[in-house]
């Protein structure tokens, strides 16, 4: 990669880190990143709402996709770095920034280069509630896009190694939240009220005991508060249902809803249900990946085959099941601090490794 263009999107990246957005309320990130494609590049940028989208196009040609995602996370910036974040509670603890970085970066290079055949950069929101890829995943097919390209960095893996899966690489998931809702008793008469604490309790147990494909994992439960005097009337459980394949995720979801019901009729409570963060599996299809390989070996870099599926989801699973796609992974380093901790920065050491990847497989 050019020397001075790295040096701009490691600016960038920090720029970008100060400033992390939640999922749906990436304004000033996308107008930070429509700016700088605008002032740095040729591309032609197209406003879509909450995302947007860059693109050089050549008339007759396959198109090729690369995608970065915009948002951070719910977390405060607890460790001390000169571009920390300025927005409390709010910080880049998954790298998207750094994701975002390098599709300018690709852009910086494509721009100084003949192409043959059209590209689309997309700049996605709302990656880590699941919601902002089926609302970008209609460019593929109005541009007609043949295949689709996405990094994630990853930490317990050998700095700038590349790890590749075909097939399913990154599991399904769903977050359930239930909410039982009966009567409020004195506590000395709880008889005369409809305590949701045993259903619940009755429903944990069956959860517990669901561990044939999938995992169930519970993140929250509440009834009632810490008054002597009251039996609850209102219960919630939240938990998150994951499998290797949608179908599979899709199974326990249902089998956990319809228990769900029937404790509430066996308890004469009622249940309110929501669904959140779904995710699909998501799948690489193997020429994509053979062309991540075949990209990583021309620079030199390391390929690792990556024995299993992430437990983890990614949205990118949505373009996948539309058209050919690969997501591959850029190792931080083994000892690096993982995504979604306290500790985590994006490793600034990679980015060029982005950047250069994407360029070979568009090559």
């Not at 721009?111 to 709302?126: E, G, K, M, W």
């Not at 949205?315 to 000892?335: E, L, P, R, S």
Request: glycine share 6%; net charge negative; hydrophobic share 35%.
């Amino acid at each position: 990669m050019n020397k001075d263009n790295l040096k701009k999107i490691i600016r960038l990246r920090h720029e970008l880190h100060k400033n992390p957005e939640l999922s749906g309320n990436e304004s000033a990130t996308k107008r930070l990143l429509m700016d700088f494609i605008e002032s740095e590049t040729r591309f032609a940028v197209v406003d879509c709402g909450k995302w947007f989208y860059a693109s050089r196009y050549i008339e007759g040609t396959k198109a090729t996709a690369f995608r970065a995602d915009m948002d951070a996370l719910p977390m405060d910036e607890s460790i001390s770095i000169p571009h920390a974040s300025t927005n409390p509670g709010v910080s880049h603890k998954c790298g998207h920034d750094g994701h975002c970085s390098a599709l300018c970066g690709l852009a910086l290079e494509l721009d100084a280069v003949p192409l043959t055949r059209s590209v689309y950069l997309i700049f996605q929101h709302s990656e880590e509630n699941g919601q902002g890829a089926r609302e970008c995943s209609g460019l593929l097919r109005e541009r007609s896009i043949s295949e689709i390209y996405a990094f994630h960095n990853w930490s317990g893996f050998p700095e700038k190694s590349i790890i590749v899966r075909e097939g399913v690489c990154q599991c399904s998931s769903a977050g359930i939240t239930l909410k039982f809702e009966g009567k409020a008793s004195h506590a000395s008469t709880p008889e005369k009220g409809i305590n949701p604490a045993y259903a619940i309790a009755e429903l944990v147990s069956e959860i517990e005991s669901m561990r044939d494909k999938v995992l169930c994992t519970i993140v929250n439960i509440s009834v009632g508060g810490k008054n002597f005097g009251i039996s609850p009337a209102d219960g919630e459980i939240s938990l998150t249902v994951r499998a290797e394949h949608e179908a599979d995720m899709r199974s326990a979801y249902n089998k956990i809803i319809n228990r769900a019901e029937n404790l509430a009729q066996e308890h004469s409570l009622t249940l309110t249900k929501k669904t959140s963060d779904y995710f699909p599996e998501t799948s690489s299809d193997r020429r994509c990946v053979e062309r991540v390989r075949n990209a990583a070996k021309n620079l030199g870099l390391d390929v690792i085959d990556m024995a299993e599926a992430i437990r983890a989801s990614e949205d990118f699973g949505i373009y996948t099941k539309m058209i050919h796609g690969a997501i591959f992974y850029i190792g931080n380093g083994v000892d690096y601090p993982d995504i979604h901790t306290s500790g985590y920065d994006f490793n600034d050491n990679i980015l060029e490794t982005a950047v250069d990847m994407f360029t070979e497989i568009f090559a």
